[in-house]
């Protein structure tokens, strides 16, 4: 009877707890470095590119990142299959990513970017030559040498591999929390049960 | 060309209102989330939530504990008034900088340190705090605490300096004279407890906020400063150098040391005594802006006679250490026997306020260390009352000691700082342990330096070239 | 006003026949067929059972539904008094699992809707993909296609009842009328 599937967990932020440091950003980024993980700001070399993007808007801060839909709009927008369930994730194979776009049209949370790819603080470059014309150096895409950055899609990806997502463990506040729908439903469904006894008495009655 | 004779008239104050802040917050990057309001030991930051905070200067102690855990930063996909080129430039830092910008930042002062290294004339010196080495490398892709002194010494030699001397030879100096005034003090009836000076934060909160208890603190300079006389004075003797020329950096792993070295009455060797400081942070920069490949450099070792170092000096860089230091020494003074252990694991202690007896051939005497300035304001109300029943209080601002500082690597991921704390303080016991000498008052070039320049501890060149005198001080300002 | 369900803890017997007649209820296919089918079979309503209570818990359609206001693709809406959701927009986002207080919203399998997402170890190959199977949200309808909900119409202990929009208004201005006649009892005693 039960589904063979268990429901994909994602992260989820408390608004009231927030204070809008951008820790978890920082954290995101600092995981999800192409090279070692860097320890202190000084190997920072590339710049801070974070899966998860605090929101600010005067009722206040809160991070919004993927939800990792089960049917999710973005895997199924995208072309050449670098969006697919990894675990109990969505996960984008950015080798595959051909940077086309159409996920960041799909997704309704805008939990996905296109960002241009850095390695030791250097641009990469793909074989896509720029226009004589427009190529300078060091321009402002950081193109150089006639060929053009590579670029593509990132999203989260729940820190797959870590204990704990690093934007959870690195909060400050604790605001950030990995939800787990079935659990999440059966709370719920338990303090439901447990209210509706008197109340329904007092109705029927 | 910066070595100067300071103007007297010059006051605290304005030497801060002279100068950039050495501590500010950048209104572009703040998103006013109040983390930097909660650490501040002295409550000098304020602001709205999700408003930009602001530093209130006449408050700060400039420990930079803000510029530590802020992490308001420079998103590259957002559009900021300030373009980063403007940014790292306004903070005095080198363009070739790579890592994000966050809000809470201290001035930077490389620009200085190149210019100096390429004045044809200018005798360059260089000193480095013991913190420094246990977190440089991490800067370099190191694990947390990698001892790294040899590598130190060799970057520095490769930058230029003309001579690479050690802060951990003027800590057992500071021992020699602290541990004097700590015993003439017992001996005389002198005003006790007496409160270690080597914290430049802790000093000027003292001089802020509690002048009335000034009396405590000895009269010792800082290890930094000490080192930055002696460079000018027995330094340019022993290299036969007009103290003129010389160009004194510290490297140090405190935001406040930048401070300090600006303070007018600082000038005991005839000139500005330390010229410059930069972090820890700023020396990892000039080192990547360079292109020495750190973590390939062969050991080197600092240059004698200033940069001969005990393993008593090393401990300086965390909580506990002066104090350890200061009894390793004061004991055997005070008796004429060695302490049987030098691992004094009871003076070891990073809970806030720690206190310690220790029993030593008759001789007892009563300690407490204070890690982190929050906790210190319990403990001047138990001196004002009376209740304090301790000989000697050791106080550090930054949680750990210096190897907490504010000029430190930033440790990226805040649930791995106490980690790296604690890494680089273990890093800094384990030096301690592998050194031949261990106590200060062994360390042939400091007995060479009192017998052939300074005469004795406490004495008449001692006390004019090493000494201060905090209330004078206070009345500048 | 919607209408809604509810159960009565006292009445309830635990034997979960009303999750067994609402599965049923929402599947089109004959007994037979279903038997075959792989596809688990799930109820919209759920008799929870812990050990304060056991009771069914299902939608209460709320005016406001803030799963409705949870959606980004206006997958819930009202429609005529109860609050449905539209199979084929959903994305299984689980916002609306969030924002239910009552824990009134599954995500379930489903053999409508097709996902189009690959499982990923398998997606290189394509003679070898395997498709993720589609997950969609579900929750209490009233039954609004058949009549009378099949968990009321087949609770053995009665203990399932459908409160209606007027019943309940009835109901609350009957209670104000006897609240009246009380204080105009004790009205003598508070002057």
New interface residues.
Partial sequence: ???P?R??R?V?ADPGKCIGCRVCEIACSTVHSREKTPLTAGNMNNPVQSRLYLVRTPQGAVPVQC?H?????C??ACPV?A?????DV??V?EDLCIGCKTCMLAC??GALKLVPVFENGLPVEQNLPLLSETAQPENSNGDSDGYKQLHVVIKCDRCLGLEQPACVANCPQQALQV?S?EE???????????S??A???N??S | MYAKNFDETVTIDTIIKMTSPIIAIDKELCTGCGRCLEICPVEAIAGKPNTPHEVDTAVCILCGQCVQICSGYDAPDETFPTSRAERLEQRGMLPTVQEPLFAAHYRGDIHRVIEALQTPDMFTIVQCAPAVRVAIGEEFGMPYGALTPGKLSAALHALGFDRVYDTNFAADVTIMEEGAELIKRIQENGTLPMFTSCCPGWVKYLEDQHDDLLEHLSSCKSPQQMAGTLFKTYGAKIDQIDPARIFSVAVMPCTCKKFECERPEMNASGYQDVDLVITTRELAQLIKHAGIDFPALSDEDFDNPLGCYTGAGNIFGTTGGVMEAALRSACEMLTGTPLPDLELEYVRGDEGIRKAAIVHEGVALKVAIVAGLQHIDSVLEQIRSGEADFHFLEVMCCPLGCVSGGGQPKVLLPNQCLEAHIGRKSGLYAHDRSLAVRKSHDNPQVKKLYQDFLGEPLGHEAHHLLHTDHSHNRNLV | MNAFI?????LCIGCQACMIACARAHEQLPTAALNERET??HSRV?V?N?P????P?QCRQCEDAPCARSC??EGIVQNNSHIEVVKEK??????C??A??????????DTI?C???????S?DTPQNRIE?????VEKCDLCADCGTPACIDICPARAL?L?DPDAMQQ?VENRRKQNANRIRQYRSQLM
Wanted: proline share 8%.
């Fill in positions: 009877m039960n589904t599937y429901l994909n994602f989820i939800r839909c089960e049917n999710a709009p895997a199924a299959l969006i697919t369930q990894k675990d969505i996960y194979d309704p949370f939800v729908p999440h439903l059966a709370a719920r469904m338990h303090e439901a049960a447990v509706l006894a109340v329904v008495r109705y029927t | 509810i159960g009565d803890a006292e688990p079979f759920t929870v812990v304060e209570v056991t009771v818990v980004p693709v959903c994305i299984g986002c689980k916002s699992v969030l239910c207080p009552f824990g009134a919203i599954k995500v379930v399998e809707v996902s189009r997402i690959f499982m990923s170890a997606a993720k199977p589609p997950f969609v009842q409160v109901k």
